[in-house]
């Protein structure tokens, strides 16, 4: 049971380093939960899944490629660390108070969402939540869109192609990934039913910055030990 923890904490931290970038997804992730909180979780989930089904093609993936690429693993290693750590050096930089206009997804979300303009005439009602299985498919679409989450997990994987050889351990990783996930985006889905948007500038840097910097972290484990040129 013990030699399950290890894949399972890598998969719990790389879910998070997805996932909490508050960004476009989480801004309309919190105006969803405003209107409706059941509305929201469906959504939620379908973020969720996304992020499990590129961990779980890049987990079935990531293996065969270790196990061909194996007189050079540590350069693969290297190699796989220096991607997300070029992830995380990029997110980082679009980490400050005033986040510019809607953007793609990074490997967790990229930063902020225009404020719509005050309306000048009568406020018009709100439109009728979504049925949540529409939202569910609506949310899996915008989040599937940007392949960086696939690059994220793929070079992750890869770099762990051997301690994630076992179907246990890859299973483990997995769960890890998807509970991670979901556990924050139905956060989000709770702030936002109490809250509604009102989030802070600082706030949202600080979440990006914990995110990103998680993904560097991650970077600098599966760097080591580095490739000898002997």
């Known amino acids: 049971m013990t030699e399950l923890l290890s894949p399972t904490l890598g ?25 409706h909180r059941r509305t ?16 779980g093609l890049a ?40 986040p510019p206009a809607f953007e793609e997804r990074g490997p967790g979300r990229s930063p902020g969402t225009p404020t719509p303009p005050t309306p000048s005439g009568p406020a018009e009602p709100p439109a009728p939540p979504a049925q949540p299985a529409k939202a569910f498919a609506r949310y899996v679409g915008l989040t599937a869109l940007n392949p960086t989450t696939a690059l994220y997990f793929a070079a992750l994987t890869t770099a762990q192609g051997a301690s994630l050889g076992t179907g246990a351990a890859g299973a483990a990783f997995l769960f890890g990934v998807g509970a991670a996930s979901l556990l924050w985006q139905q956060t989000l889905v709770a702030v936002g039913a109490l809250a509604g948007t009102r989030i802070s500038d600082t706030t949202r840097v600080w979440t990006f910055r914990l995110g990103y910097g998680l993904v560097a972290a991650y970077a600098l484990k ?3 030990p580095l490739p000898t040129l002997g």
Do not use: C
């Open 11 to 35: 998969g719990a931290v790389a879910g998070l380093g997805v996932a909490m970038p508050m960004g476009a997804m989480s801004v309309l992730l919190l105006q969803e939960a405003m209107r």
């Open 59 to 98: 987990t079935a993936l990531g293996p065969w490629v270790a196990s061909h690429v194996s007189p050079i693993e540590a350069w693969v290693r290297l190699a796989s660390a220096a991607i997300l750590l070029t992830i995380a050096a990029h997110g980082l930089t679009k980490s400050n108070p005033a």
């Open 40 to 55: 929201a979780a469906a959504a939620a989930a379908g973020i969720a899944a996304v992020d499990l089904a590129y961990a």
């Open 222 to 224: 599966i760097a080591f």
